[in-house]
């Protein structure tokens, strides 16, 4: 029988032990999805069931979605949660999204609304198919979760919507680190997070957009996602110190929430240290 030198054995023994106990890494991603921000859409009537070329752009949803999907797997993803985001919350369609993710669909009344299900045990966040927030003046069909809305902001930092999903995030430590939308969309979210990779869609011109193919943004989605999620360490979860202050400037006033006040026509302050209940107050009067 041959024998090893007491080194070799000295160097098994500590070695053996340590690889034993080294576990895989987990990458949980999440990944919210809107409809204004995909390739081709230019309409509201694009974007709900009233309209005829809805169930086209709902597959296109779905197929973006793949793409970011697809991106996420090749980066390593362990877990992958999809947030239909959009309108009624039941926009992707189910049998056509990728196996390898669960699906969050419906609407809700909690606060977190497009990112609801996202927690401490997520590392990323992803954002397809987003849009500018209201008074975009070339953005498409940009509105801040409603056309009743005119601006929001809290601590004095007007939000799209890609901008408050990112404070609810930075609640949980997580990251936004991927966007994909119109190139108005894409500059605000650099502007307001620095570090995040973009996908421009299309380019806006208000009534108007002039777009890549479908297949042209899958890729791009596709690529992009990769890319970020391999350089993890680029990015920060955004973070908005308490307390929060609201200013909400609405077209049409609507229900009034407990504690908000009413500064002039159509404009509501509102303070919170609890961000999810400055979202509930905005939900409420928007």
């Not at 940009?142 to 902001?153: K, L």
Request: charged residues 20%; contains cysteine; proline residues 5%.
């Amino acid at each position: 029988m041959k024998k090893f030198h007491p080194m070799i054995c000295l160097i098994l023994l500590v070695l053996i032990p340590a690889c034993s106990t080294t576990t895989l890494k987990t990458l949980k991603v999440f990944i919210s999805v809107d409809m204004e921000g995909l390739a081709g859409v230019v309409s509201g009537q694009e974007c709900g069931p009233s309209g005829p070329d809805y169930p086209y752009f709902r597959k296109i949803m779905t197929l973006e979605t793949n793409a970011a999907i697809e991106g996420a797997l090749a980066a390593g993803a362990t877990e992958i949660v999809v947030r239909d985001g959009h309108g009624s919350k039941n926009n992707i369609i189910p049998d056509l999204l990728n196996r390898r993710a669960k699906l969050l669909r419906g609407l809700t009344d909690r606060p977190e609304n497009m990112m609801l299900g996202v927690d401490d045990s997520f590392q990323a966040v992803l954002l397809i198919g987003y849009h500018a927030k209201a008074g975009t003046d070339q953005g498409v069909i940009a509105h801040t979760s409603t056309g009743n809305v005119v601006d929001f902001s809290v601590n004095d930092v007007s939000l799209p919507e890609a901008g408050y999903n990112a404070i609810i995030a930075g609640l949980h430590n997580v990251p936004i680190v991927f966007v994909s939308g119109d190139n108005w969309i894409c500059a605000q979210v650099k502007a307001m997070l620095g570090e995040v990779e973009v996908f421009e869609t299309k380019t806006g011109m208000r009534t108007a957009e002039l777009g890549l193919h479908p297949d042209e943004v899958r890729e791009g989605i596709r690529q992009g996602v990769t890319g970020a999620l391999r350089n993890l360490g680029r990015y920060s979860p955004y973070k908005m110190h308490p307390p929060y202050n609201m200013v909400l400037k609405v077209k049409t006033e609507k229900i009034f929430y407990p504690g908000a006040t009413r500064s002039e026509n159509g404009v509501f302050t509102f303070t919170s240290s609890d961000f999810l209940e400055v979202m509930d107050a905005f939900n409420k009067m928007k």
